[in-house]
């Protein structure tokens, strides 16, 4: 069982989700999706510095160390996507 615990900023609970979706994720909770071999926590906390809001989400996700590895790998693919 492999644990890790994801940052992803910039983006609000809604887009990651839809993220999660198209990679496989389905929800099974309100606080809670699923894919492939791996199971993710959803956690939307904004960073507030002043008067600006960050969107922030954490995702504590578990499951089979390939099935996680390979959804870690996707959400960089994802993020080196919105920052070329």
């Known amino acids: 069982m492999t644990e890790v615990i994801l940052e992803v900023k910039g983006l609000d609970e809604p887009a990651v989700r839809t993220y999660l979706n198209a990679i496989g994720g389905r929800d099974r909770t309100p606080r809670r999706m699923a894919g492939p071999g791996w199971t993710a926590i959803i956690a939307e906390e904004p960073i507030q510095v ?12 578990l499951g089979a160390s390939r099935p996680v590895d ?3 790998e996707a959400l960089q693919d994802m993020a080196r996507g919105f920052y070329r």
């Open 70 to 72: 390979d959804l870690v």
């Open 50 to 61: 002043g008067s600006l809001r960050i969107d922030r989400v954490l995702l504590h996700v």
